[in-house]
């Protein structure tokens, strides 16, 4: 069955009839709603054109409801009630989950946690909520303010920021310090990453070399497993520059070669109007202070 669209009178002129109803007074509505006397006075006029009905009874002095005008303010006073409770509970709700950060893995685990401390510390009201995810997720959906995803460009729905190019250097456990990468590939296998089997034909081709070969070393689904590997002495592994920063400025692993660019960078995409929130704003400036700082020190 089709419904019947909503016969409303103008809300505006509708929450001004009910703070001029409340109050019993043009002016403790207008000093409540922050507008003029004259024009809660308008927008009862608008509301009682509309009726054909007055609203109020007027003399020099006082300033009286009428039946219909009490029967409108009660209706409209309950309604304005119960929108009131329902964003105060939305609103209550979002900010106790706090903003909600879907970050790749080795993002999230090598990069974006060991500066949570930071965070508190800088903006101890703030809440985040991270979950890492290899995925694409979708933003309307409700579940998460932002994603961090790697891309060479913007694609899809969001507001996508640039927050960083991603390098690439090669990596092996610190006893093969200064060992050239050459004599190091020849006694170990490099490490291969599932989700981003192009980084390494990526850093050959930037290095004008042949690509490993795949089907020698282990295999891992993300780049910080890979590295955690590498730092063992399974093998070499290809380290994504800021990510893996704090384990090459920790000594747990050491860098076989200089970082060549992958051609992909980090974004940030956020949903619609997060970015217009002040801890959608307060969250990106601290993420874009810490991607230009130094490395989280060991």
């Known amino acids: 069955m089709e419904r019947v669209p909503h016969r409303l009178p103008p809300l505006a ?4 009839f009910e703070a ?51 029967e409108l303010l009660a209706e409209a006073t309950r309604a304005f009630e119960g929108l009131t409770r329902v964003m105060d509970r939305l609103d209550g709700a979002r900010h106790q989950a706090g903003l909600r950060v879907s970050a790749a893995p080795t993002f999230a685990a090598r990069w974006l946690v060991p500066r949570l401390p930071r965070l508190r510390r800088d903006h101890p009201g703030l809440t985040v909520a991270i979950s890492s995810e290899q995925g694409w997720v979708e933003l309307g959906d409700g579940r998460y303010d932002f994603a961090i995803r790697m891309a060479r460009e913007p694609s899809g729905a969001g507001e996508w920021q640039h927050l960083s190019d991603i390098r690439l250097v090669p990596v092996a456990a610190p006893r093969f310090a200064g060992q050239a990468l050459a004599a190091v590939l020849a006694r170990l296998p490099t490490l291969h990453v599932t989700s981003t089997q192009e980084d ?43 990510v893996c920063a704090e384990d090459l400025a ?47 020190p060991a």
């Open 250 to 296: 920790a000594g747990r692993v050491v860098a076989l070669d200089e970082p060549v660019q992958a051609g992909v960078a980090y974004w940030l995409v956020a949903r619609p109007g997060a970015l217009r929130q002040a801890e959608g704003r307060t969250f990106v400036a601290w993420l874009r202070r810490e991607l230009a700082g130094e490395p989280v």
């Open 13 to 16: 002129a509708l929450r001004l």
């Open 200 to 242: 390494w034909d990526a850093w050959a081709a930037a290095r004008g070399a042949p690509p490993p070969d795949r089907a020698r070393g282990l295999r891992f689904d993300t780049v910080h497993m890979a590295v955690d590997a590498a730092a063992q002495g399974l093998g070499v592994a290809l380290a994504r520059l800021p």
């Open 20 to 70: 001029a109803g409340r109050h019993a007074s043009f002016a403790g509505a207008a000093g409540e709603l922050g507008v003029t006397p004259s024009a809660v006075s308008h927008a009862v006029r608008t509301l009682e054109d509309r009726l054909g009905l007055p609203l109020f009874r007027r003399d020099a002095r006082t300033l009286a409801l009428t039946p219909a005008g009490e």
